[in-house]
């Protein structure tokens, strides 16, 4: 392994996708108390739809993210620290682009979300294969 892969390994370490977890459950918090409390009235029914449809995305996966971690600090392995890194990224892009785009930001930033969620399915799927294959 040379020393740049080395690096991208550590960075998603058990430790940090567990922080990030929590760090993306908190924001998930805030912006449902949010929109349940400050933005009720002032959305319509679509926006609100789609606020919602972030918000549990957000919290699911963030969910996920954190049993990942801690399944990576049990079994540390380089397919599961990907399937993290895919997750995270995934999570930031799909919530954070609905997020933005609730936000006035361009429509163009919307092709951000259908990438966010095939990460997202990318890193299941990684996490299920590594799991499924790897030893006991």
Not at 81 to 100: I, K, Q, T
């Amino acid at each position: 392994m040379d020393a740049d892969s080395e690096g991208r390994a550590r960075r998603f370490t058990s430790r940090r996708l567990c922080a990030l977890a929590a760090l993306l459950l908190a924001l998930a918090t805030a912006i449902g108390a949010l929109a349940a409390h400050g933005l009720k009235g002032r959305l319509g029914v679509e926006q609100a739809a789609v606020l919602q449809t972030a918000v549990q995305y957000q919290f699911f996966n963030a969910l996920g993210l954190l049993a990942l971690g801690g399944l990576i600090e049990r079994w540390p392995r380089r397919a599961l620290r990907a399937a993290g890194a895919l997750l995270a990224v995934g999570l930031v892009l799909f919530s954070g682009s609905l997020y933005l785009l609730l936000a006035g930001a361009p429509v163009m930033l919307g092709v951000l979300t259908p990438i966010g969620g095939v990460a997202l399915i990318l890193g299941w799927l990684l996490a299920a294969v590594a799991l499924w294959t790897g030893p006991p």
